[in-house]
């Protein structure tokens, strides 16, 4: 399926090392934002019980889960040992420092 | 830049370990070459003996195979002994010529094995027990000869002795004491080993002395003549009679020795680029030969070799475990006891369990089992600790399950657990997990087991029994420094006493400048040492520093409790737990209007409203019109209170009205961790002050004030602090306390592991004996408080407005070409 850029926000309307969430009728998007500015989008619901990662503490490329402290990697949307579990990503990018998601 | 070298002579325990703690500060800061004199890379010596009663083999006890040392580009010279070290051109000697230079040096080069200065002491046939050879030197025996002789009946003798009657040996164990054991086992406990190992078919001779060791033409050993005359055969003879530290390398290149290899606190030697670590070293007086002492000097070596120079290794405390299956013996400290000392005893020969507990000043000192040796780690944390047995003395011997069992923080007795029995409730992990666990990935710690397992790493109180099963499972090896002494996280080698003190020393104010003074090795941390770093620094420079929310847990960011679902519970502030008409309908027209599925009464007395949509949240508080009641926080929490004077029959005081003004001074409090208090009018306690942080109990003559008392994971008692008369001292007394807490507690410790690690004492030194300190505590406590916004309030009025939006989809501005898709 052909995907579409769309714009979200400016980069400041994400806290440093912290996220925002999109809503979405498929299921919440978290976009997450680093202390290097990069970006990172993925599906707002951890693989082991659903947890929403947008409410986790970031740090580095990792968001620890507000619910049982599962650590996810922001660039892969996978676990981090000894867990196991991957939650989608999506493409994001900022240009004119307008945030854009891939849908 | 060329790398600085670091050579390490030895490719034993402590050695490694010492190198894998470096690696894990300074992966890269050194080009390491190691030198071993045996042909095999390191392995767990510990093991020798289950692989010689045939229960493991060789391969099973490799710590680190050659890949290990590929992996971290160490350079690794097996089969080669260094004979010399040459300090002036800094460069050591391997017998074959191979040469290292370094920059520091690393010695590690064990014990020996003291061989009796008896004559045929040289013979074929005679050896000593320290390694890998000599255990398949007597597994070989064994299947060829009939009659071994073991001279020392200490750990390793009888270790031996065991292993070789297994192999089908005819076993004799000469020792030179009276009793076997002597320096683990007072007399009693060592003629209870001997019964019990003389059924198993073991010989012992005891008081013996050797005087000589006979050969036979072919000059192998064939029998042991003693100072007695008496005489019996022997094929193969093993000198267990104690170890020597292995010094001579450093002794012949000048560096001061004296029984070992003599260090300092950072295990520095007289050579302040040589260190050294192990069995060859002389720390204190002491080289120690059990492992645990040693994984310490790694530690601290590896911390000063990384040039963080935190850290000194001040010595040890050991315990030790004979590793005969089927028979548990178990000491530690002092146990022989004597002048100064009371015995506590128990004793039961013929179902052969006995125990002996050696107290000194009302502190546990020495602990002594045979037989039954499930309370061991117990005891052994008593003695470790230090801590008063005072009050628990009567059930000291009973053992800590004796005290009760809520909460079971590693009471059960886990050596007896069953495999699938399971450990952790919270993420259903078993016995059989975690021991596997520690036996594949070569655990010594309970943190190790958290990150590996799981266990323990949700509601903790399972930690304790981890420990057990850790010591059951390797013994010596087990790391069992307190939570509170070691470092935060994986991020730092700090611990929470020494990053509070650097925050006040330095005048730290910002979580970055904490991290760059303190040398943090993240970036930016992670979720343990963020939140920490966050409250050290708002508690110690109120109004100066200033709050991070991202470095807080959800619920302190959101002023609301995450649910399951994602989905957020409200509790607004009811002081005292008084609420009145006005505020009811108020709730209950929220409930309806934002559908809320759930009101529930909470503990604390004060509604919950659950399940409410994190977007609603601002509106939901403006439409209450209440403040936070900080349900969801490290913080105060609520005050229960009961009716008190005003209406019942028994009230002695006015203990509502106590509990509001109480829960209005503390309002807005962050501390460690939650804090609930509680005001009961008389005795009858219907406030249940006695397990609350802070609760105090009205009587007829004024207020009794009770501290550190908890209702959660495991239950404990408030104890009582001071009894005043007026409300002002209450208000007083209570707020000195909580800003000493505040101030010097470490982050998530409750007020009864506060009061635990520091003392009533000192508690009282500073709150009850100085009353200027108590006033400038409860000034410092209003000082930090003064000015504080009611959270809901604030966000109402538009703070951290992000936080509760939504971001929406706009609509498409472009498609996403080919090449952008990754």
Known sequence: MMRTWHTLCRLEDIPVLGSR????????????????????????????????????????????CPLHSWQINLTTGEALAPDHGCTTRFELKVENGEVLLAL | MKKPKLVMVGNGMAGVRTLEELLKLVPDMYDITVFGAEPHPNYNRILLSPVLAGEQTVNDIILNPLSWYAEHHIRLYLNRKVVQIDRQRRVVVADDGTEAEYDRLLLATGSTPFILPVPG???????????????????????????????GGGLLGLEAANGLKLRGMDVTVVHL????????????????????????????????QTAELIGGEAGRVTAVRFKDGEEIPADLVVMAAGIRPNAALAEASGLYCNRGVVVNDTLQTYDPRIYAVGECANHRGIAYGLVAPLYEQARVAANHLAGFGIGKYQGSVTSTKLKVTGIDLFSAGEFIGGDGCEEILLSDPVGGVYKKLVIQNDKLVGACLYGDTGDGAWYFQLIREGHDIHEVRDHLMFGENHLGDAGHAGQSKAATMADNAEVCGCNGITKGTIVKAIQEHGLTSVDDIKRCTKAASSCGSCAGLCEQILIATVGGAADLTPKTEKPICGCTD????????????????????????????????????????????ISTWPKQARDDPQSRFINERAHANIQKDGTYSVVPQMKGGVTNAAELRRIADVADKYAIPMV????????????????????????????????????????????????CR????????????????????????????????????????????????????????????NGGIKTEVAQFLVKVTSADEVKQYTGAFLQLYREEAFYLERTVHFLHRVGMEYIQSQVLANAEQRQVLYERLIYSLEGLPDPWAARIAGAQAHEFIPLTVVEPTAPVAEKEMA
């Open chain 1, 21 to 64: 969430v999109v809503k979405r009728a498929g299921g919440d998007i978290a976009v997450f934002r680093n202390d290097q500015d990069e970006i990172f989008a993925l599906h707002d619901k951890c693989p082991h019980k659903g947890g929403p990662l947008s409410q986790g503490i970031v740090f580095g490329q990792t968001v620890t």
């Open chain 2, 121 to 151: 002491n040289q013979l074929d046939g005679v050896i000593g027990y320290r390694d890998i050879h000599d255990t398949e030197t007597m597994i070989e025996t064994a299947t060829r000869y009939r009659h071994a002789v073991v001279i």
């Open chain 2, 177 to 208: 004491s009276d009793w076997l054991l002597e320096r683990q086992l007072d007399r009693t406990a060592g003629k209870l080993l001997q019964t019990s190992l003389e059924a198993r078919g073991l010989k012992f001779l005891l008081p013996k």
């Open chain 2, 494 to 537: 700090h611990n929470h006493a020494s990053v509070r003190k650097a925050i006040k020393d330095l005048q730290l104010t910002r979580i970055p400048d904490a991290m760059r003074a303190l040398e943090w090795r993240t970036p930016n941390g992670c979720a343990t040492c963020r939140p920490a770093l966050n409250y050290y620094l």
């Open chain 2, 600 to 647: 529930k009464m909470t503990g604390g007395q004060r509604i919950d409203l659950l399940g409410v949509k994190k977007e609603d949240l601002v509106n939901v508080w403006k439409d209450l019109g209440m403040n936070s009641g900080h349900a969801y926080g490290k913080s105060i929490r609520t005050v229960k209170t009961c009716v008190g004077q005003e209406f």
């Open chain 2, 650 to 709: 028994f009230g002695t005081q006015n203990s509502t009205q106590m509990g509001i003004e109480l829960e209005t001074m503390l309002a807005n409090m962050w501390s460690p961790h939650k804090v609930k208090l509680a005001v009961s009018g008389c005795p009858r306690n219907c406030a249940e002050s006695g397990i609350k942080d802070v609760g105090i109990i009205a009587v007829d003559s004024g207020w009794e004030l009770y501290i550190g008392g």
